[in-house]
C-alpha cells in the first residue's frame, strides 16, 4: 500500500512539472523566448538539424548570432495569404550573456496567423525545439494568451494586419533587387510568397543595442513578397511585439528607428 502511494505522488509531480514546461501557457501568458545555456553557432544549427528543422540562413550583428530555421509544419503555416511572417523561427546567440535565447512558436505563431492559428502545429514545431535542446526555460518576457491575436502596444499604434508596403512589382523583379543590393540574407518560397531576410544597415540594426540583444530576433527584417507587393511588419507592432516588457520610456529612446527601417528597405527596392 505504501509503495503504490508513493509511486502515485511520483506520477503526480512528474504530471505537474509536465504541464509547465517551458513555451506553453502559464496563468494565461505565454513566454516571447525560450532560454537554453550558451553554446556556439555550430552546436545550435546541429542540434537543430538533428531535431529536423531546416537551416535557412546566419546573420551575425556584434556579438549577437542569429540561426534562422524551418520546418515542414512553418513552411505550410507561412504559405497562408499574408502569413508568410510565420514560416521561420530564429535562435539568438548573445555571445556577452552567455544565452541561446529561441523564439516561442505558441507565442509567434498566434500572433502571426491570426484567426488561422492552428494550436496543434504550434506545439508540434514547440515539441521539436524540446527535443533539440532539452532543457529550456521561459524568458520572462511575456503576453496573455488571449492578447497576440490582435495585440498592439497601445491606443493608435499598428495591429500586425497593418503592413508597410515598402515596394511594388513582380516578385521575380522585388528580389532581384534585393539581391543587386546585397540585402538578401535569405529567400524562402512559401507557396505563392516569398520570404526575404533584409540585412538592415549597421546604423539602422544598432537600435537592438539600446533596447536589448537577445531579443535582436528582430534582425534581419523581414520582407513578405506577394502579389505585386513587398510588404513588412510595421516596426513600432514588430518590435514591441518581440519587445514585450518595453516601456513607453524605452521606445522613445528609438522613436525614429520605425521610419529608418521602412527608409531603409524601400531605397533598396527603387
Do not use: W
Not at 49 to 54: H, I, L, P
Not at 237 to 253: D, E, H, S, T, V
Amino acid at each position: 500500500m505504501f509503495k503504490k502511494v508513493v509511486f502515485s505522488l511520483a506520477t503526480v509531480a512528474l504530471l505537474s512539472s509536465a504541464s509547465f514546461a517551458a513555451g506553453k501557457v502559464h496563468n494565461g501568458k505565454i513566454s516571447a523566448y525560450l532560454e537554453a545555456p550558451m553554446q556556439d553557432a555550430g552546436a545550435v544549427k546541429s542540434a537543430l538539424q538533428g531535431a529536423g528543422f531546416e537551416i535557412v540562413a546566419e546573420d551575425t550583428n556584434g556579438d549577437l548570432t542569429t540561426i534562422l530555421f524551418t520546418c515542414p509544419t512553418l513552411k505550410k503555416l507561412g504559405s497562408k495569404p499574408h502569413r508568410g511572417f510565420a514560416g521561420v523561427m530564429r535562435a539568438v546567440i548573445d555571445s556577452s550573456d552567455g544565452i541561446v535565447s529561441i523564439m516561442n512558436p505558441l507565442y509567434f505563431e498566434k500572433a502571426f496567423l491570426q484567426k488561422d492559428y492552428d494550436d496543434a502545429s504550434a506545439k508540434k514545431v514547440l515539441a521539436k525545439i524540446n527535443q533539440a535542446f532539452g532543457t529550456l526555460k521561459d524568458s520572462k518576457d511575456a503576453l496573455k494568451s488571449s492578447e497576440l491575436s490582435h495585440y498592439h502596444f497601445m491606443m493608435g499604434m499598428p495591429y500586425y494586419e497593418d503592413m508597410d508596403t515598402v515596394g511594388k512589382g513582380d516578385a521575380a523583379t522585388l528580389l532581384s533587387k534585393l539581391k543587386a543590393n546585397g540585402k538578401a540574407l535569405f529567400s524562402l518560397k512559401l507557396g505563392d510568397q516569398t520570404l526575404v531576410g533584409f540585412k538592415l544597415d549597421d546604423n539602422v540594426a544598432s537600435f537592438v543595442n539600446t533596447i536589448g540583444k537577445k531579443e535582436g530576433a528582430v534582425l534581419p527584417y523581414c520582407v513578405l513578397l506577394e502579389g505585386n507587393k513587398a510588404k513588412i511588419l510595421a516596426p513600432k507592432y514588430n518590435i514591441a511585439l518581440r519587445y514585450p516588457q518595453l516601456k513607453m520610456g524605452q521606445f522613445m529612446k528609438i522613436s525614429s528607428t520605425p521610419g529608418k527601417i521602412e527608409k531603409n528597405i524601400e531605397s533598396a527596392l527603387k
